[in-house]
């Protein structure tokens, strides 16, 4: 939106300044500045421009004058200072027409250069778009509470919209999270892909506006719109890493020179943002990765567990749902992947920054799902199960190259508890290899019985894999159909006779060959006991 006329001449600095005429063109915005010494200066003129000129031009070329401001370019000029100098005295007809166009002329000092006057608009621009960004009245509990960053990116695009009157987003590459400063940024781009911003997927041309700052402007010609569609991206880079793109969607407009530095310096703020964000995480995820450790292996006393839980934006009131990541075999790089199993977790539908995100050693990451997910209005059985849904859409995309499983306390405990949380979740991933093969996340509450039972893992195996290598052809199965309802009758020949419609020697005949094949002893209850649950569990 650059400055006005009059926000221009009620800085100190132009206090000598003097309109003479048009003053009704005081709220034109101003976006640049230009000289004009030369006869054929109005030729390239872009528009709300400050024209300065000595006035020299005009004794030179007498004419040039009245040709200039009765240009159709000359319409669109914000404000012209001129030097009296050279230019004597200005006709009453000139006045008029400066009046008739709402086009202000000023009359310059003498002794000023024009370098001064272009520092000094450039500063007054810059103080003002920073005055712009202040950002006050967000009173964050710890810097790395997620609704304090989501307001403050809020107020940030927000005033940058205000004052460039152009739609901007932020991306959030690690949370997988979108920020707008209003409804018109997916409005002008519901024909765009989120990654056709920084990675566009047809033919576009790309002019570089800053290369430090790798500000791109992106365009292309669509039949939708008059002119070529453009937007310019910039993306927040910390430590080599891609942290999140900054967006502003130009439309058919491009954005003007002093409204670039308003982008710049909301850019700026943004980027110092996530900086300060990033090295704060760092600090926080060692504090509680320790924490971790430290419960899980019983380390802490009451005391101690009060004095590390303070130290973090962690309560002893929330309660949390577990999910232990767990890769087979050894992997020296999936300790490293804490923000593919971020990604795992589903952003688009959780509050990312209230997973709590956790590496135990080289072959599992624990991850803490918060127990209320007001975000999103989700109940906590949706929650899990869009949670565990979402694991297993994202594993394919993200994870597939481990071989993992994944354990789920879903029973919600505070932090205090965190061992119990974490035993369920190591149980629910052994048990679950057993008894659920072919499932990736496991939950605590599947084991049915199994979860409290002490029953070897590796003899319960076993006995799975004696059923399935026995019991696989057709008739196979209807044995053990006959042994389910055999053991859900205790044991009644005549019951079990009665229920599948056969003569009873041919019940005692099959269950016969079912427990010579399995080498199994009915009268032991523990044996009896072990078998019906398994065979409960695969059916």
């Given amino acids: 939106m650059g400055v006005t006329v009059r926000q221009i001449l009620a800085h100190k600095p132009f206090k000598n300044f003097k309109v003479i005429a048009g003053r009704e063109g005081l709220d034109n915005q101003v976006q640049g500045i230009s000289v004009s010494d030369s006869p054929d200066a109005h030729l390239w003129n872009n528009g709300k421009e400050f024209i300065l000129t000595s006035g020299y031009i005009f004794t030179e070329h007498p004419d040039y004058f009245e040709k200039l401001i009765n240009s159709d370019a000359f319409k669109s000029v914000s404000c012209m200072g001129i030097k009296l100098r050279f230019f004597k005295e200005v006709s009453k007809n000139t006045i008029d027409h400066f009046n008739k166009i709402k086009v202000p002329l000023i009359v310059l000092p003498e002794e000023i250069t024009w370098m001064t006057i272009i520092n000094d608009l450039n500063i007054l621009v810059m103080n003002k778009n920073i005055q712009q960004f202040i950002i006050t009245n967000i009173n964050p509990n710890n810097l790395l509470e997620y609704s304090f960053q989501k307001r403050k990116v809020h107020k940030i695009l927000t005033n940058m919209e205000q004052e460039l009157d152009f739609p901007a987003m932020l991306y959030d590459v690690e949370a997988g999270l979108s920020y707008f400063s209003s409804d018109k940024f997916i409005k002008y781009s519901k024909h765009l892909k989120l990654d056709d911003f920084w990675n566009p997927s047809f033919e576009t041309s790309k002019e570089v506006l800053c290369q430090t700052l790798k500000m791109t402007r992106y365009r292309y010609k669509d039949d939708r719109f008059d002119r070529p569609f453009s937007w310019i991206t910039v993306p927040v880079v910390i430590g080599n890493e891609v942290k999140a793109y ?161 354990g789920c306390s879903d029973e919600a405990i505070n932090i205090i508890e965190l061992q119990r949380n974490y035993e369920r979740c190591v149980q629910a991933i052994q048990m679950g290899k057993v008894l659920f093969p072919n499932e990736l996340v496991v939950s605590y509450s599947q084991l049915g019985p199994f979860a409290w039972m002490s029953i070897n893992k590796e003899e319960l195996y076993k006995m799975r894999r004696k059923l399935e290598m026995n019991f696989n052809e057709k008739e196979c199965q209807e044995l053990l159909h006959i042994l389910r309802i055999y053991l859900k009758n205790n044991l009644n020949y005549s019951q079990t006779a009665k229920e599948t419609f056969l003569h009873i020697n041919t019940i005692r005949k099959r269950i016969d060959t079912v427990t010579q094949k399995l080498n199994l002893n009915l009268e032991d209850p523990d044996e009896r006991l072990k078998i019906e649950i398994l065979l409960r569990i695969m059916n």
Avoid at 253 to 259: E, G, V
């Fill in 246 to 406: 900054f967006v502003v969607i130009e439309k058919e407009n491009l954005i003007d020179y002093f409204d670039q530095f308003a982008m710049r310096i909301g850019f700026i703020l943004l980027a110092q943002m996530f900086e300060q964000l990033s090295f704060l995480s760092l600090t926080e995820n060692y504090k509680f990765e320790q924490l971790v450790y430290n419960l899980i292996n019983n380390r802490l006393s009451d005391q101690q567990i009060d004095e590390a839980i303070s130290n973090i934006t962690l309560s002893k009131e929330e309660h949390f749902y577990g999910f232990l990541v767990n890769v087979n075999g050894e992997s020296d790089n999936f300790k490293e992947d804490r923000l593919l199993v971020r990604k795992l977790m589903g952003p688009a539908i959780l509050r990312i920054n209230d997973i709590r995100i956790s590496v135990i050693d080289s072959k599992s990451i624990l991850a803490l799902v918060p127990k209320e997910n007001r975000e999103t209005g989700l109940d906590n059985k949706r929650l899990l199960d869009t949670v565990t849904h979402l694991l297993v859409e994202n594993y394919v995309k993200l994870m597939n190259r481990y071989d993992i499983r994944i």
